[in-house]
Nanobody, 113 residues
Framework: QVQLVESGGGLVQPGGSLRLSCAASGIIFSINVIEWYRQAPGKQRELVADISAWGTANYADSVKDRFAISRDNAKNTVYLQMNSLDPEDTAVYYC???????WGQGTQVTVSS
C-alpha cells in the first residue's frame, strides 16, 4: 500500500520560513518524479515544484527563488524549503507522485502576522 505523509506545516509570520517533508512508503520512490502542489481556499490546486529522480527541479514562477525542493532517496523523503513566505502562500500543501493517483493528506501552511 502506497502512503505519502506530509509534515512540517504550521503558522508563520510573513518573511518567515518552513520546511515541509513528504515521506513515502510502499513505492519504489527513487525512480519517480515527486511534485508539491498547493490549494488555497476557493482556488484550484496548483503545482508548486517538482523534482526528478536525478534531482532536477522545476518551480512555479510564483515561488521561484524562494522555495527549494530536494529529495533524499535513502529516506524516501522529499522536502520543500520555503523562505520569504507571503500571505499568498497560505494553502494546504500536498505531495504527489507524478503520473499516479498517489497523494498525501496535505499539510496546512498559514502565513499571517
Amino acid at each position: 500500500q502506497v502512503q505519502l505523509v506530509e509534515s512540517g506545516g504550521g503558522l508563520v509570520q510573513p518573511g518567515g520560513s518552513l520546511r515541509l517533508s513528504c515521506a513515502a512508503s510502499g513505492i519504489i520512490f527513487s525512480i519517480n518524479v515527486i511534485e508539491w502542489y498547493r490549494q488555497a481556499p476557493g482556488k484550484q490546486r496548483e503545482l508548486v515544484a517538482d523534482i526528478s529522480a536525478w534531482g532536477t527541479a522545476n518551480y512555479a514562477d510564483s515561488v521561484k527563488d524562494r522555495f527549494a525542493i530536494s529529495r533524499d532517496n535513502a529516506k524516501n523523503t522529499v522536502y520543500l524549503q520555503m523562505n520569504s513566505l507571503d500571505p499568498e502562500d497560505t494553502a494546504v500543501y500536498y505531495c504527489h507522485v507524478k503520473r499516479t493517483n498517489y497523494w498525501g493528506q496535505g499539510t496546512q501552511v498559514t502565513v499571517s502576522s
